[in-house]
């Protein structure tokens, strides 16, 4: 017995870091696959005859059954372990992506939007499963790498979308290629050394080896803990529908009752603040600078390309701030709102450049760790639930933040950003209010614990 808790200590770190690496390849994939499909659908959908109104309707209910699935989906996943939920959502996604390639009529592609705005929460599911992976200290490095290759994917995958799409038939061999590449991350997930990791986590109660710069977390286990009181076990995903829905309920509840409120509300604010200041660039910049779009385009592909390297350059920023999640966050936030006044109070297109090169470090490290803050306050026993509510929350921005930029826009081009920085302002304004509770890592605030 000696022997085999040895030799489970030795295989823990190995085995997490190989999860590591294989989860950045997940979310590359899935990005990939979906950003090849998304910028052609407007197009797609308009050939087989739909209403600009009809498109509309379309995607709002895709977001509307984002917004309410995510949490659910999340606490699911705690429920009945990220495996099963993880395959569960891609195969479902792929089911979702297959359909659209076979959509000759408005009703077919509307229906094959269901499978995909219900079950799309692949990248939630494994920044959970990360989480349970990685000790806290490592967590906003892993993420940021997990972001920087979802990223790569998602600045990739459209390059290939269309050029797919001038063959023959291109948005159906698009859309069956996104489907295939949906069904070949499902058999990267199922080949993950799921026993292996189990074993080697389960029983590693004092390995500190590294491999690779992450930190296994001790007692982690892949399956996940059994439910905070050990309502349902995490081993056996086929339990009672009944069961897991009333625990997913009592889940949600609880979430509801904690006081994690101006944590989420920070998060709303700032994902209000970030789609205000892209919702009329291109817009804007045209009607105060006279740039055409094509630079516009220009300039957004090289801030996304900036964002992948932030992401990457989260660890030796995290080790500058001492892995104080809150103190990075209160200066990304407030270095975010000082950028996007400076943007909205350019004289010239060499002052929006500045400004768009640092927020795109800024943006991408104040997302990392407003999702790592939820996780240390709230708990990483329900790790899952915590970035499904923080999901929905960015999904509500995403309602909200287009009327909030129309009504902006008839002041003036300036106004979504200007708008901008005064949420921005209220965001960190709560951050400074509630300084006690942020910097107290650890506390597990939810009402039954």
């Not at 294989?22 to 197009?43: E, W």
């Not at 006279?290 to 350059?313: D, E, I, N, Q, T």
């Not at 004289?347 to 990392?368: D, E, N, P, Q």
């Not at 300036?414 to 509770?437: E, F, R, T, Y």
Request: proline share 4%; charged share 15%; net charge positive.
């Amino acid at each position: 017995m000696a022997e085999d808790g040895g030799r489970g200590a030795e295989a823990s770190p190995g085995a997490s870091a190989r999860f590591v690496r294989c989860l950045y390849a997940v979310g590359f994939l899935d990005l990939f696959g979906v950003s090849m499909v998304v910028p052609l659908m407007n197009l797609h959908i308009k050939s087989l005859g739909a209403s600009p109104t009809v498109a509309g309707i379309i995607g709002s209910l895709y977001g509307i059954m984002q917004l309410f699935s995510s949490t659910f989906v999340g606490c699911w996943s705690d429920i009945v372990g990220r495996r099963y939920s993880l395959l569960t959502c891609i195969l479902l996604s792929a089911l979702g992506y297959f359909i659209l390639g076979m959509s000759t009529t408005v009703y077919l592609f509307a229906f094959s939007r269901v499978p995909v705005g219900i079950f799309k929460h692949t990248l939630s599911i494994s920044k959970a499963l990360l989480s349970d992976l990685v000790s806290e200290r490592d967590r906003p490095l892993v993420m940021g790498r997990f972001n920087a290759a979802s990223s790569v994917g998602f600045i990739l995958g459209p390059v290939v979308g269309g050029y797919l799409t001038e063959l023959k038939d291109g948005f159906y061999q698009t859309s069956f290629i996104c489907a295939s590449i949906f069904l070949l991350n499902a058999g990267l997930v199922w080949m993950l050394p799921w026993s292996e990791e189990n074993t080697g986590n389960g029983k590693n109660k004092q390995g500190k080896k590294r491999t690779d710069s992450i930190t296994a977390k001790p007692n982690s286990d892949l399956q996940l803990k059994s439910v905070t009181n050990g309502t349902v076990a995490i081993d056996s995903p086929f339990q009672s529908p009944w069961v897991q829905i009333v625990t997913v309920l009592k889940r949600i509840k609880e979430i509801a009752c904690s006081d994690l409120w101006d944590i989420f509300l920070v998060r709303l604010l700032m994902s209000v603040t970030i789609l205000l200041y892209h919702s009329n660039f291109s817009l804007a910049l045209e009607e105060r600078f006279g740039v055409k779009p094509l630079f516009s385009g220009y300039l957004m592909s090289y801030s996304s390309s900036l964002g992948v390297l932030a992401g990457c350059l989260l660890g030796p920023i995290t080790r500058l701030y001492q892995h104080n999640t809150y103190r990075l966050l209160l200066h990304s936030s407030t270095f975010t709102c000082t950028l996007i006044l400076l943007y909205a109070s350019a004289l010239s297109i060499w002052m929006v450049i500045l400004s768009s090169t640092f927020l795109a470090f800024s943006t991408t490290i104040g997302r990392t760790c407003i999702i790592d803050l939820e996780l240390t306050i709230g708990g990483n026993e329900a790790s899952g639930t915590l970035l499904g509510v923080g999901q929905s929350v960015t999904s509500v921005g995403r309602i909200i933040a287009p009327l909030l930029s129309g009504i902006a826009q008839e002041f003036s081009p300036c106004g979504p950003p200007s708008l901008a920085v005064a949420l921005a302002l209220v965001a960190i304004l709560i951050m400074n209010v509630n300084k006690q509770k942020y910097c107290s890592s650890g506390n597990v605030k939810l009402k039954n614990q």
